[in-house]
């Protein structure tokens, strides 16, 4: 705000003041003072202002000469004489006082809103390299803003308004159900150019794709392994920090994910939902169903690059495997025998227990292992699965 001094005001305390010369002033002249004064002094309700210099608002005296001076009891070649010359005083005051600023240190003007605001997105960003400290209480997941967790509250509290015309299951969003109608359809529009396997999601296909490339974008900064989806690794990070936040409300048993805790509580309640459309078997877990199949079309797509003998899931080549290299990670704490499967371990480990827990429903035998129970019921049966290629 530019100040801009009054004579007619200031007059009273000033030594040697110059009412007289002002007294010529013509009507006309004071009031273009006056107005131009109370143009100023109404915006700051009458307090004393602060000087400073407003850049641009200069206005030289082209018709003087040479430049005034302050000096103490004689203002007789300040006073104006016409309005023109009231003005151009104005004018020259001005730049009086714009000459002042010029020479001292600039007033340093703070904007305390602008500031603060800044601090805070700072300090959000910061967060994302940090921690989560916005935690939501249906799912434990973590945010790095309140503002995020608020959305989330707001998505599951609105009414779920896209809903399944066959299984009746809602949705917040129309994408979502249209994705999700794809289970039922069986369209599966996304499809490998490598290997032809087809996908209900885009980004199901993606993930697929760098089992072809070998990339592992996500890697876990505890122990470096790499994963080709960001749900494994999220998955995976729950071993080292040991929290298990998905607990069954049965048993009471707690799991890394949601997605095992919802196959885990298919047993309590005999669920399965994955049937053969060959056999009418039935199962916990879509992968189940797949490595069933794979028995009606005599596929069996993992095989033993040392002796060729293929299998229909990786987890039996894996076993087959430790044939080869004498691996044996299963070990009896009491005998400290080791076994290739944590299956032959158990079985083994009710020898020193004494329990039996397979019987036999005609003659009430019983085993320690179901294959051993499966062998004895062949006497019952007659069965004879294994026949010599010698000797018919």
């Known amino acids: 705000m530019v100040v801009l001094p009054n004579c007619l005001d200031s007059q009273e305390d000033v030594p040697g003041s110059h009412s007289e010369a002002c007294s010529s002033l013509s009507l006309s002249g004071v009031q273009a003072v006056n107005i131009k004064v109370e143009e100023f002094s109404d915006m700051e309700g009458g307090e004393d202002p602060v000087p400073m210099t407003v850049v641009g608002l200069k206005a030289e005296h082209e018709g003087c000469a040479h430049p005034q001076k302050d000096i103490p009891g004689s203002c007789s070649d300040t006073c104006p004489t016409t309005a023109h010359d009231a003005f151009q005083a104005i004018s020259i005051k001005v730049e009086e006082f714009s000459d002042v600023e010029e020479v001292e240190d600039p007033l340093l003007i703070s904007f305390p809103g602008i500031k603060a605001e800044h601090a805070v997105v700072l300090n959000e960003h910061q967060l994302i390299h940090n921690e989560y400290p916005y935690p939501c209480d249906v799912d434990n997941k973590s945010f790095t803003?309140?503002?995020?967790?608020?959305?989330?509250q707001r998505i599951r509290a609105a009414a779920r308004s896209f809903s399944c015309d066959v299984c009746n299951k809602t949705f917040n969003r129309q994408g979502h159900l249209k994705e999700h109608q794809r289970i039922h359809s069986g369209e599966r529009p996304y499809s490998c150019h490598v290997c032809s396997k087809s996908f209900n999601q885009h980004n199901h296909l993606k993930g697929h794709e760098r089992i072809h490339t070998g990339e592992r974008p996500y890697a876990c900064d505890v122990c470096k392994k790499s994963f080709s989806r960001r749900s494994y690794l999220k998955a995976h990070q729950y071993i080292h920090s040991g929290k298990r936040a998905f607990s069954c409300a049965v048993c009471n048993k707690s799991f890394t994910t949601n997605n095992v805790l919802t196959i885990h509580k298919r047993i309590h309640s005999e669920e399965r939902p994955f049937s053969c459309s060959l056999c009418n078997k039935s199962y916990v877990t879509k992968n189940q169903l797949k490595v069933h199949l794979r028995k009606h079309s005599g596929q069996r797509p993992y095989v033993c690059d040392v002796c060729n003998k293929s299998y229909t899931t990786s987890s039996d080549l894996k076993v087959h495997q430790r044939i080869h290299s004498g691996e044996r990670p299963f070990s009896c704490d009491m005998c400290n025998k080791s076994f290739i499967t944590n299956s032959h371990l158990?079985?083994?480990?009710?020898?020193?227990?004494?329990?039996?827990?397979?019987?036999c429903d005609i003659c009430n035998k019983s085993f320690i292992a179901n294959s051993y129970l499966k062998a004895h019921q062949r006497i019952h049966t007659g069965e004879r699965p294994f026949p010599c290629d010698i000797v018919q």
């Open 346 to 359: 158990k079985a083994h480990q009710r020898i020193h227990s004494g329990e039996r827990p397979f019987s």
């Open 145 to 152: 803003r309140s503002s995020r967790l608020k959305r989330r």
